[in-house]
């Protein structure tokens, strides 16, 4: 549908009836595509402020507030270049001249932590059905390395899906939903850095970060709510296994889906017996190696409006293999069926206001200087057959 990008790697509506789609392009871009055509101008420029260098360092992320129609809100999730790549999620308003720029002068940092490494960032972020934000974190370690095991510690925000409330006044970044499950009560977080945490965040259960929703992922990358609230969360693996774990609406949080213990249904051949024996939440499905899979890609759920007569459920593919996938069915029966297979770098995707799905190919360049490099990344939209 759309090329002449770099590194897209997620298509978002806006919440209006502009029926405009926003492309959020890895090296530091979001463009506007409307009717069909990608404007000039980016909604927004942040190349220099984001950290590109490394393949899974960026702008990881995009959300429009849910009032979006409204207030003009839009909140961005990146890897931070002057600090070699802390995890920053920003908010920006909309240009009250220019309805298709943000105005970088309305900049406003809501969270900040440090990355022990430059891989396994996470980096979605999407607002839930409660209106509250959701944020994936990576457990920030290299294979192998020490910090694969944050994952299981409630006292770092690694290896989790954050939640917090941004509908805070000016001079509150974030407030801490009362019931977290890790909360002592609805907190208010009066400074952007989130590490250490200031003393208005109060550490419960044994030092739990209280912004933790759910725990013990290792890389989420891409997940998305349906239109009843569940949520899906597609995980990706060490070695091999590849994951989504699926979060039914209404759920207390609180989840943990077994990283670093367990790699999809797989226990790690390093864990002793009582490691292995402890309860975790099982993927809905997980997958192998063995095709020239590498990395688990979410891309968006289906609502069976447009891709009829598939059934609802959450699409996903591979990064490697090129692979699509649609997962359907209901807690203990989850089915997955493959869709279709392609040539590309698989990164994301999205949908638009009338659940038109879409998918995201990247030409994956590092560093910042994308000058000399080949353009090939490209959003794709999935039809029907015939």
């Not at 070695?239 to 889906?257: I, L």
């Amino acid at each position: 549908m759309v090329d002449g990008l770099v590194d897209p790697l997620a298509v978002e509506s806006a919440p209006d009836n502009s029926n405009r789609l926003f492309i959020v392009d890895r090296i530091g871009e979001i463009h506007v595509v409307r009717n069909g055509q990608l404007l000039e101008q980016p909604f927004l420029d942040i190349r220099t402020k984001v950290a590109s260098q490394f393949l899974e360092q960026g702008l990881l992320g995009m959300a429009f507030h849910p009032d979006f129609a409204t207030n003009g809100r839009v909140f961005v999730s990146y890897t931070d270049l002057m600090t070699g790549g802390d995890t920053v999620i920003e908010e920006y308003r909309v240009d009250a001249t220019q309805p298709d720029r943000a105005d970088a002068a309305s900049a406003r940092q809501r969270l900040r932590f440090d990355r022990p490494s430059v891989e396994h960032n996470g980096g979605t972020i999407r607002f839930g059905p409660d209106g509250l934000l959701y944020i994936g974190s990576g457990d920030g370690g290299f294979l192998g390395y020490t910090w694969n095991a944050t994952a299981q510690e409630p006292s770092t925000l690694f290896g989790k899906i954050l939640r917090i409330d941004v509908d805070t006044p000016e001079t509150i970044a974030y407030r801490i939903p009362a019931d977290n499950p890790f909360a002592a009560g609805d907190l208010d977080h009066a400074s952007a850095l989130a590490d250490p945490p200031s003393d208005a965040v109060q550490r419960v259960n044994s030092g739990a970060r209280p912004e933790i929703w759910d725990l013990g992922l290792r890389n989420p990358w891409q997940f998305s709510f349906d239109a009843d609230g569940t949520l899906f969360i597609p995980d990706v693996g060490q070695q091999t296994r590849e994951e989504v774990d699926v979060e039914p609406a209404g759920s207390a949080g609180g989840a943990n889906y077994g990283w670093h213990i367990y790699e999809g249904t797989v226990c790690l051949p390093d864990r002793s017996a009582d490691e292995c024996g402890r309860a975790f939440v099982p993927p809905a499905i997980d997958y192998g190696r063995d095709a020239g899979d590498c990395a688990i890609t979410g891309i968006s759920v289906n609502e069976g409006a447009t891709l009829d007569p598939l059934p609802r459920g959450f699409l996903y593919g591979d990064f490697c293999s090129g692979r699509v996938w649609l997962l359907h069915g209901h807690a203990g029966a989850w089915e997955s069926s493959q869709l279709f297979d392609t040539e590309f770098l698989l990164t994301g995707g999205g949908l638009d206001r009338h659940g038109g799905v879409y998918v995201t190919s990247c030409t994956c360049a590092t560093g910042l200087d994308t000058a000399s490099v080949p353009v090939r990344g490209a959003v794709w939209r999935i039809e029907p057959a015939g």
